[in-house]
């Protein structure tokens, strides 16, 4: 534990660890097995300097702090001698504040080799507690947050533009960017021989990076699986093969309340909904 999980300001502590990793759940398999479970879904296993992991720092390296290369690949291979598969949380949206290519960014500015992969507004960076300057008004970050920052897909197209691009005619791929992002796909997949990937905000993303990404994963892994944090009716993504199937939030809560809560309605309309 390296901070209070109790705050005075009520504010959520992303930074308190209490020395869970991959080994513990390794020792807990003949347990999980016998549960019945068939699947292990992870939050984001990158390195990174929160507990979420969310604002990965390398994407092709799993955190210190829960295992390394070896004990992760160590727990695959005794999951998958159970007949368990392991799927992982990705976010492909944003990156960290502590990623090696935005660390560049912020040091050297437009000279970064790396200075394309973001959209910038101002710079160089305000110095002392980020809290006290507003990220959002030097670079595109998730919801304002400047711990994430916005991964520039399209040279073409800004960033409040690039998500509803779903023709890749219509796009400039930022080519080293999405390199870079699909070949820690394959390495997942590969080296540590994951079976699946959970999307998180896929809908940020511009749809033609997500047709590169299945065909990437089919072709590297045929039978791996694509679940998609999508709330809204996503026919488009499961029917076009971008997905195998999406969270059951909006679209499974919506109805359930409406029929079983709420009593209207009848069973053929709970069905198709």
Request: glycine share 6%.
């Amino acid at each position: 534990l390296t901070r209070s999980p109790y705050r005075t300001d009520g504010r959520p502590d992303y930074f308190s660890f209490y020395g869970g990793d991959i080994e513990g759940v390794r020792q807990k398999l003949p347990y999980l097995r016998d549960l019945g479970i068939t699947i292990l879904y992870f939050n984001p296993v990158f390195q990174a300097k929160s507990n979420h992991k969310y604002d990965a720092a390398a994407y092709e390296a799993i955190d210190p702090a829960i295992g390394d290369v070896r004990s992760f690949r160590a727990f695959v291979d005794e999951a998958h001698a159970m007949g368990i598969r392991v799927v992982l949380d990705t976010v492909f949206n944003h990156m960290g504040s502590a990623h090696w290519a935005f660390k560049d960014c912020v040091d050297k500015g437009p000279k970064s080799e790396y200075w394309s992969w973001f959209e910038w507004k101002k710079w160089p960076l305000p110095t002392g507690d980020p809290s006290t300057w507003k990220a959002e008004e030097y670079y595109e970050c998730w919801w304002g947050f400047g711990d994430l920052p916005d991964v520039n897909f399209d040279l073409k197209n800004a960033k409040t533009v690039e998500n509803g691009i779903q023709n890749l005619a219509d796009a400039e791929p930022n080519q080293p960017v999405v390199d870079y992002l699909l070949k820690s796909v394959r390495m997942w997949l590969t080296d540590l021989d994951v079976d699946g990937f959970r999307l998180d905000v896929p809908n940020d993303v511009p749809t033609w990076f997500w047709e590169m990404f299945a065909k990437t994963v089919r072709e590297t892994k045929p039978d791996a699986y694509i679940v998609a944090e999508l709330w809204g009716d996503a026919s488009d993504w499961v029917g076009r093969g971008l997905a195998d199937a999406t969270m059951n939030y909006r679209y499974f809560r919506d109805p359930v309340t409406k029929w079983i809560a709420q009593g209207k309605g009848s069973a053929a309309e709970f069905d198709r909904e």
